[in-house]
Each structure stands twice: as C-alpha cells, then as structure tokens.
C-alpha cells in the first residue's frame, strides 16, 4: 500500500454553487500532518483481511484484483484501517495510527490547493481526465491509478468508488463555521447518535454517478450498516505534530506545481496492485526530531 504525506495547510471547504449543505465556503485549517493512501484500497487488499478474520465479503465486480475494493459498510472500513495499523505495526514509525479520513482531511487532500469542482478545472471534459463516472465507466468499476493524479499525488479522488469518511453527516455543519475552523469533524456524540447509527459521510462521487455528485465539494451520507455497489475507502495514516518542531509556515503547505506530474510517472513503475503487506511510503519522510531521529 502506498501513501502520500500531506501537509499542514488552509484551503476553503465548500461551494458557492453546490447545495445548500455545502454552503458557506468557509476557511479551513489542516493543523497537522498526516499520510493518505494514494488509491482507494482493492479488492485484492481488501481480501487480505476478510481472509484473516474469515467472513465473506462479495464484490459488486468480483475477480478484479486492482479495481477497487467496494460494497463495503462503513464499520468494515473502520475495522480494516485498525487491522492494517496492526498488521504492519512493525513497518510504520512509532505513534502512527491509521483510519479513515475525515470530511475535512478529504476535501483538502482531493483539492490539493485548487478551488474549481474537480482538482484539473470544472465540467465533464475536466472530470473525464481524472476520474470514471456515469457517462464514462461503462457502468463498472476500473482498476485504480488509471486516471491523471493531483497534484498530492493521489488518484481516484473523483468517480470510481464513492469513499466513506469517518465523520457523522451534520447538515448544518458549514453554517457553524462561518469564522473558519480548525481540523473539524463531527463525532456522533455531537449529533446525539450512537458510533453505529449515525450516518456517515461519503466523498468523491462514483462510477455510478455523474458529474454533479463527482465535484470535491460534494457531500453524500449513508447509513453505516448498509452496503452497496459503489462504495470503497482509502486508509489514512494519522500523527500529532512534532513537539520539537515549529508549526509549518502556509508557504510550506503550498501544493508544488507540476509535483504531480514528477509523482505520477515514479508511481506507474512501481505498479498499482501489491500484496496488502506491503507499506510504501514513497518520497515522503516523517519529520525530524531536534535530535535528529524521525518519527
């Protein structure tokens, strides 16, 4: 499995133009860094694991190893992301866990400094070149990586599989944030649910779906006990800030022009498939202690 560090930075959640649960478009700040898988995770991944806690699990598309894994309740996404940490435990800087995105750490990795409904502009012609939807997936799935990346170097981020992240769905959640926020989520405590009953969150649109619902401002929800066609997830590797360290100045959060392009063509020779044991965390390097070890 593959990951891309993201940095610490601010962008602005939401839409102008989208429905009203996307509205305002208000300032957001990432405080802290973290690692995002750079594909949703497959079937053949996603395998590994029912195999291990021996249940069933059947694709909407079985038999494609690279395609995404989906059908997938949002539990099941939470409990592999947990299984995975422990996994490869061995292999993973110490402090490291990993789960599911929040809404917030989703849109602001999707965007990768871009303000337009997709991370390559706006319209259909501009979603064709990054992500499979309705009017072009042939109503299935696709493996994964096939499409243009962004510019953090992560793919699939529109269409393809719709991904669960780990946040309860509140409606009115941006008109809460009209002065801006910090690393916000929602709990289910926070809209008086149960872990189990609240619905959750769903990003990116899927190959199911037109454009509309591909845009990265999109919000979708779903009760977590259900499973369907078209749903997946990518894991997320979390850890606080370096205490050592200073915060990260904007400028340094700043996406870097054309890294994309540089990270693509060193991601297509390493492949797209891969045994779930393996851990990847390509170019990017946890930071330094003030004594020089890293996390």
């Known amino acids: 499995m593959e990951f891309r560090l993201i940095q610490p930075g601010r962008f602005r959640m939401g839409s102008r133009d989208g429905d009203s649960n996307e509205q305002p478009v208000h300032l957001v700040e990432i405080t802290h860094r973290y690692y995002m898988g750079i594909y949703p995770v497959t079937q053949e991944q996603f395998t590994v694991w029912t195999e291990s806690e021996g249940f069933d ?116 959640a941006y008109r809460k944030r009209v002065a801006g926020a910090r690393d916000p989520g929602v709990k289910a405590s926070d809209i008086g649910k149960s872990e189990e009953d609240a619905y959750r969150v769903l990003r990116g649109g899927s190959w199911n779906f037109s454009e509309w619902w591909c845009r990265a401002a999109y919000r979708n929800w779903r009760k977590p006990v ?19 360290e200073p915060d990260s100045t904007e400028a340094e959060s700043e996406p870097v022009p054309g890294d994309g392009v540089r990270r693509e063509a060193e991601t297509q020779s390493q492949g797209t498939g891969g045994d779930a044991a393996e851990v990847n965390l390509s170019e990017s390097h946890f930071p330094s202690r003030s004594d020089g070890t890293q996390f």
């Open 57 to 172: 699990h059947e694709n909407e598309f079985p038999g494609n190893p690279h395609h995404p894994a989906e059908n997938i309740r949002w539990n099941e996404a939470r409990d592999f992301c947990e299984w995975w940490a422990r996994e490869h435990q061995s292999h993973l800087p110490p402090g490291l866990i990993a789960g599911l995105p929040s809404e917030a750490e989703w849109e602001y990795a999707c965007r990768a400094g871009t303000e337009t409904e997709y991370h390559t502009g706006d319209g259909a012609a501009a979603l064709s070149a990054v992500g499979w939807f309705a009017e072009n997936s042939e109503s299935k799935t696709h493996p994964v990586g096939e499409k243009l990346p962004n510019d953090f170097g992560l793919y699939d981020m529109h269409g393809n599989v719709w991904e669960w992240c780990s946040d309860a769905i509140d409606a009115n």
């Open 226 to 244: 259900i499973r369907y066609w078209d749903r997946g997830f990518r894991v997320c590797l979390f850890l606080g800030p370096c205490p050592d």
